[in-house]
């Protein structure tokens, strides 16, 4: 549209102002505050990263390579893993911190205690090929207390997408601890298939597919 006078298109503005001010202004609002809200949300999540990378790196430097933990090294790494699983219990590094607390509950044949470790990191992973770690250790603990049908059940809970040799081979030990010799050999079977197609060095499990005359 083509004003004819200056004050014309003043007025012009003025009129459209008065109708659509507002509308522009809550726009402009909400690009601002989602912008602003995604801006503080990512910061967020980036300092939570970083707190909860640090202390998993104190853990680190707590364990080193260590078997087991002295009182005051074990004092240490429980007060850690409290940090981690109060404060960031969904990070994958608490969980990969209840796989260690875990792992030196069960060195010390604290079974039960480890298991219920490894099941509530299970609760909390978000990481699918975790899962599978976690649930695996679960069954091995769960054989380590003769409880062979728990342990099975908890296999057959999981896809083991990427580590079904393993799932097979622990299947295998259980059958034999059954005394269901052809279940084993079938369960070792499978195992040893898969190390064969993958090309992987199983000293272990080619002992047991020799024992069950699979080679």
């Given at each position: 549209?083509?004003?004819?006078?200056?004050?014309?298109?003043?007025?012009?503005?003025?009129?459209?102002?008065?109708?659509?001010?507002?509308?522009?202004?809550?726009?402009?609002?909400?690009?601002?505050?989602?912008?602003?809200?995604?801006f503080?949300?990512?910061?967020?999540?980036?300092?939570?990263?970083?707190?909860a990378?640090?202390?998993?790196?104190?853990?680190?430097?707590?364990?080193?390579?260590?078997?087991?933990?002295?009182?005051?090294?074990?004092?240490?790494?429980?007060?850690l893993?409290?940090?981690l699983?109060?404060?960031?219990?969904?990070?994958?590094?608490?969980?990969?911190?209840?796989?260690?607390?875990?792992?030196f509950?069960?060195?010390?044949?604290?079974?039960?205690?480890?298991?219920?470790?490894?099941?509530?990191?299970?609760?909390?992973?978000?990481?699918?090929?975790?899962?599978?770690?976690?649930?695996?250790?679960?069954?091995?603990?769960?054989?380590?207390?003769?409880?062979?049908?728990?342990?099975?059940?908890?296999?057959?809970?999981?896809?083991?997408?990427?580590?079904?040799?393993?799932?097979?081979?622990?299947?295998?030990?259980?059958?034999?601890?059954?005394?269901d010799?052809?279940?084993?050999?079938?369960?070792?079977?499978?195992?040893?298939?898969?190390?064969?197609?993958?090309?992987?060095?199983?000293?272990?499990?080619?002992?047991?597919?020799?024992?069950?005359?699979?080679?």
């Amino acid at each position: 549209m083509v004003y004819d006078t200056e004050q014309e298109q003043i007025e012009a503005i003025k009129n459209w102002w008065s109708r659509w001010g507002n509308a522009v202004i809550g726009g402009v609002l909400i690009f601002v505050v989602g912008y602003f809200g995604v801006f503080f949300y990512n910061d967020q999540q980036a300092k939570k990263y970083a707190a909860a990378s640090d202390l998993y790196q104190q853990v680190l430097r707590v364990v080193a390579d260590k078997t087991t933990l002295t009182t005051d090294e074990q004092a240490r790494f429980d007060a850690l893993f409290a940090d981690l699983s109060d404060q960031h219990a969904k990070s994958t590094y608490t969980t990969y911190t209840a796989m260690l607390q875990a792992r030196f509950q069960a060195d010390a044949e604290n079974y039960s205690t480890a298991r219920e470790t490894l099941v509530w990191a299970l609760e909390q992973n978000t990481d699918d090929a975790l899962d599978r770690v976690i649930t695996l250790r679960i069954a091995r603990l769960q054989v380590a207390e003769g409880e062979l049908d728990a342990a099975l059940a908890t296999l057959d809970s999981m896809s083991a997408e990427g580590q079904q040799m393993a799932f097979d081979e622990l299947r295998g030990d259980i059958y034999q601890a059954k005394g269901d010799a052809d279940a084993a050999r079938n369960a070792y079977q499978s195992a040893w298939t898969i190390a064969q197609q993958q090309g992987l060095t199983a000293p272990l499990l080619q002992a047991k597919a020799e024992r069950f005359g699979l080679l």
